[in-house]
C-alpha cells in the first residue's frame, strides 16, 4: 500500500522568501505524481504533474523535482508572496494502486507580507 | 463556470436520511472520481468511474454508492448517512491515459447530525 508522507506539517515564512516542500512515497513503482495547493474551503488546483520518466518540471515560480528510485519529491517556490498562502498536497499515481492517486496530509504554508 | 460543478455546497442533514451529491463537468473527460477528505487524514479514493459503463470502488467505498448518468455527470449517494460520514467530498475529473491530471471541483461540506 502506497504511503505518503510530506514535511513539514506546517511552514510560515517572511515574504520574498524562496522555501522547499518534501513529499516522500513509500512505492516507486509510480506512473506520475501531482502537487496541487488547496485553499481554505476551496478545492484542489493542480499545479504541476511529473511524469515517471523526467526529473522536473516548472511554471512559473514553481518547481518540482522528482526522485522515483528514492521514493522522493520536492516543491520549490522561488520569491514567496502572500497568495501562495495554501495548504499544499502531493499525490503520486500508481504505486501498487495503478487506479488512484494517493494523497499525503499536506503542508500548510503561510506567507506573511 | 467552473469546468468541475458540485452541488449542494452545504448540505446538513439527519442520521438516517439519504442523501445524493451531484457533479457535473464540462471538461469532455471520461474518468471522473469521489473522494472525502477528514480532517488529519488526507483525501480518500471512495469511487472512480474511467466511462459511462465503468464504475469502481475505491479504497472507502462501505456506505456509499454512486450513479455515471452520462459522461458529464457523476452522482454519490449516501444511503442511510451516519455521523461519522460528516466530511468534505470533492468530485474529480481527469482525461484518457495515466499521465493526466485531476481536475477538483470546490467541495461539498456535508454535515450529518
Known amino acids: 500500500k502506497q504511503e505518503v508522507t510530506q514535511i513539514p506539517a506546517a511552514l510560515s515564512v517572511p515574504e520574498g522568501e524562496n522555501l522547499v516542500l518534501n513529499c516522500s512515497f513509500t512505492d516507486s513503482a509510480i506512473y506520475n505524481l501531482q502537487w496541487f495547493r488547496q485553499d481554505p474551503g476551496k478545492g484542489l488546483t493542480s499545479l504541476l504533474l511529473?511524469?515517471?520518466?523526467?526529473r522536473e518540471q516548472t511554471s512559473g515560480r514553481l518547481n518540482a523535482s522528482l526522485d522515483k528510485s528514492s521514493g522522493r519529491s520536492t516543491l520549490y517556490i522561488a520569491a514567496s508572496q502572500p497568495g501562495d498562502s495554501a495548504t499544499y498536497l502531493c499525490a503520486p499515481w500508481g504505486g501498487g494502486s495503478n487506479y488512484k492517486l494517493t494523497f499525503g496530509k499536506g503542508t500548510l504554508l503561510t506567507v506573511n507580507p | 463556470d467552473a469546468d468541475v460543478t458540485q452541488t449542494p455546497r452545504n448540505r446538513i442533514t439527519k442520521t438516517g436520511k439519504r442523501i445524493m451529491l451531484e457533479c457535473s463537468q464540462t471538461k469532455g473527460h471520461d474518468r471522473m472520481y469521489w473522494y472525502r477528505q477528514d480532517p488529519g487524514l488526507g483525501l480518500q479514493l471512495i469511487y472512480y468511474?474511467?466511462?459511462?459503463?465503468?464504475?469502481n470502488k475505491g479504497e472507502i467505498s462501505d456506505g456509499y454508492s454512486v450513479s455515471r448518468q452520462a459522461q458529464a455527470k457523476f452522482s454519490l449517494s449516501l444511503e442511510s448517512a451516519i455521523p461519522n460520514q460528516t466530511a468534505l467530498y470533492f468530485c474529480?475529473?481527469?482525461?484518457?491515459?495515466?499521465?493526466?491530471?485531476?481536475?477538483f471541483g470546490d467541495g461539498t461540506r456535508l454535515s450529518i447530525l
Open positions: 474529480a475529473t481527469s482525461d484518457l491515459g495515466n499521465n493526466q491530471p485531476q481536475h
Open positions: 468511474s474511467f466511462d459511462v459503463k465503468d464504475i
Open positions: 511529473i511524469q515517471s520518466s523526467q
